[in-house]
């Protein structure tokens, strides 16, 4: 069993749509949760941490839920330039970051 | 203040050569972590360094993989006698310590022929 799964998609939605993926992590020991967005060919870059109480950050709200051992990230008034693949990312507490495989998003005109 | 810096962007190996990638850490950052990215999978982990210490090599193949991050200069993940299923993007990442957030490099993709 992968250590972070995602639904790989693709989503594709218009502009001004709210879109919402998941992931789900098998290691109940993981601590830090994390999304990261990696547009084609790029490097990762964070896009926000993800806290035990919810968190948002401008248009974009991630949940975390322990007991069922799941991440989600929901954008609001998506964008074109939301277009990306979404990385769902833990980490035990030491160093290994564990990534998922991606979630695309596709924004259309 | 220059980000985490990889060179080269793309190389192309023949089967059986070697492979040598660099990564400049940002300013201030002495730790380092390499990661690979095969086609449709997520990023794995290879490999942890400080400056001339390996701390974490459990994420690196056994054979024809190894790394360094000499006192001066970059870091370098080389691959010996490089195979097909080498092909992927080598992704380096830097922290000022081990507990905070990794910046990534732009990556160095591998196409082995």
């Known amino acids: 069993r992968k250590e972070v799964e995602q639904d790989p998609g693709p989503f594709n939605v218009p502009e001004g749509a709210t879109v919402a993926f998941n992931c789900t992590y098998s290691?109940?020991?993981?601590?830090?949760f994390f999304w990261y967005r990696q547009d084609c060919r790029k490097e990762p870059k964070l896009l926000m941490s993800v806290y035990s109480s919810g968190n948002e950050d401008g248009r974009f709200t991630a949940q975390l839920n322990r007991a069922s051992q799941y991440i989600s990230l929901l954008i609001r008034d998506s964008k074109l330039s939301d277009s990306a693949t979404y990385l769902c990312v833990v980490r035990k507490g030491d160093y290994k970051l564990s990534f998922g495989a991606g979630t695309t998003v596709t924004v259309r005109a | 203040n220059a980000g985490v810096m990889q060179n080269p962007r793309h190389l192309v190996r023949r089967r059986g050569q070697e492979a040598r990638l660099r990564c400049s850490p940002m300013?201030?950052?002495?730790?380092v972590y390499w990661y690979r990215q095969l086609p449709e999978e997520g990023l794995k982990f290879m490999v942890y360094l400080q400056k001339e210490n390996i701390i974490d090599e459990s994420g690196m193949p056994k054979e024809r993989f190894s790394a360094e991050f000499p006192k001066e200069g970059p870091s370098i993940l080389r691959i010996q006698q490089v195979v097909r299923g080498d092909s992927a993007a080598y992704f380096c990442a830097s922290s000022p310590d081990f507990l905070n957030e990794q910046y990534f490099g732009p990556g160095t993709r591998l196409t082995v022929t």
């Open positions: 300013k201030g950052h002495s730790h």
């Open positions: 290691n109940s020991a993981s601590q830090s």
